[in-house]
C-alpha cells in the first residue's frame, strides 16, 4: 500500500542553525514527491516538487530537497533556519497516472529558537 | 485575482444539521480535491473529481457528498454533521501530474 511517513512529529533548532526534516514513502514505482509548508491558520505552500531528472531539487525560501531512490526518501533541507521558517512541514507523494490523488505525510512542526 | 476560495473561513453548528463548504477556482484546473485536516492524521482525502461530473471517493468519504456541475466549483456537504466531523477542511486544485494548489481551509465545529 502507498504510505508516506514523516518520522519526526516536532523538530526544535535554534535559528541559524542546518535543518533536515526526513520523508520516507512506500510507492510502486518513483512518484512525484512534495514538500508543503503551513503557517498557523493557513493552507498549504508549495516548497519544492520531484518529477523527474535531477534528483536535488530547489525550492523557495531556500530550501533544498534529495530524492534517493535507494532509501525511498526525499528529505527536505535548510543550511540556514529563519525564525520565519517555524511552521508544519508535509511531505506527498502524488499518483504519476490516473487519478494523480496525493498521500501526505502526518506532517512535521518546526520551533525556532531565537 | 486567480486563486482557490474557500467558503465560509468559519463555520460552528450543531449535530444532526447539514452544512455545505464552498470551494471555487479560477484556474479552470480540471481536479479538484477536497481534504480534512486532523491532528496526528496529517491530510486525508475525502473526494476529488478529475472534471465536471466526475467525482470519486478519496479515502475518508463516509458522511460527505460532493458536487461539481462546474469545472470552477466543487462544493463538500454534511449531510447530517456529527462531531467526529470537527476538523479543517482543505481544498485544492490541480492539472493532472502538476502540483496541487490549496485554499486558504475551513475551520468547521460541530456541537
Known amino acids: 500500500a502507498q504510505s508516506v511517513t514523516q518520522p519526526d512529529i516536532h523538530i526544535t533548532v535554534s535559528e541559524g542553525a542546518s535543518l533536515e526534516l526526513r520523508c520516507n514513502y512506500s510507492?510502486?514505482?518513483?512518484?512525484?514527491l512534495f514538500w508543503y509548508v503551513q503557517s498557523p491558520g493557513q493552507g498549504l505552500q508549495l516548497l519544492l516538487k520531484y518529477f523527474s531528472g535531477d534528483t536535488l531539487v530547489q525550492g523557495i525560501k531556500g530550501f533544498e530537497a534529495e530524492f534517493k531512490r535507494s532509501q525511498s526518501s526525499f528529505n527536505l533541507r535548510k543550511p540556514s533556519v529563519h525564525w520565519s521558517d517555524a511552521a508544519e512541514y508535509f511531505c506527498a507523494v502524488g499518483e504519476t497516472s490516473g487519478t494523480y490523488k496525493y498521500i501526505f505525510g502526518t506532517g512535521t512542526r518546526l520551533k525556532v529558537l531565537a | 485575482d486567480a486563486g482557490i476560495t474557500q467558503s465560509p473561513r468559519y463555520k460552528i453548528t450543531e449535530t444532526g444539521r447539514q452544512v455545505t463548504l464552498m470551494c471555487h477556482q479560477t484556474w479552470s484546473h480540471s481536479y479538484m480535491f477536497w481534504y480534512r485536516q486532523d491532528l496526528g492524521h496529517g491530510l486525508r482525502l475525502i473526494y476529488y473529481?478529475?472534471?465536471?461530473?466526475?467525482?470519486d471517493k478519496g479515502e475518508v468519504p463516509d458522511g460527505y457528498v460532493v458536487s461539481r456541475s462546474k469545472t470552477e466549483n466543487f462544493p463538500l456537504t454534511l449531510e447530517s454533521a456529527t462531531r467526529s466531523q470537527t476538523s479543517v477542511y482543505f481544498c485544492?486544485?490541480?492539472?493532472?501530474?502538476?502540483?496541487?494548489?490549496f485554499g486558504d481551509g475551513t475551520r468547521l465545529s460541530i456541537l
Open positions: 510507492y510502486g514505482a518513483t512518484p512525484y
Open positions: 485544492a486544485s490541480s492539472e493532472p501530474g502538476r502540483p496541487q494548489h
Open positions: 473529481s478529475a472534471a465536471a461530473d466526475i467525482t
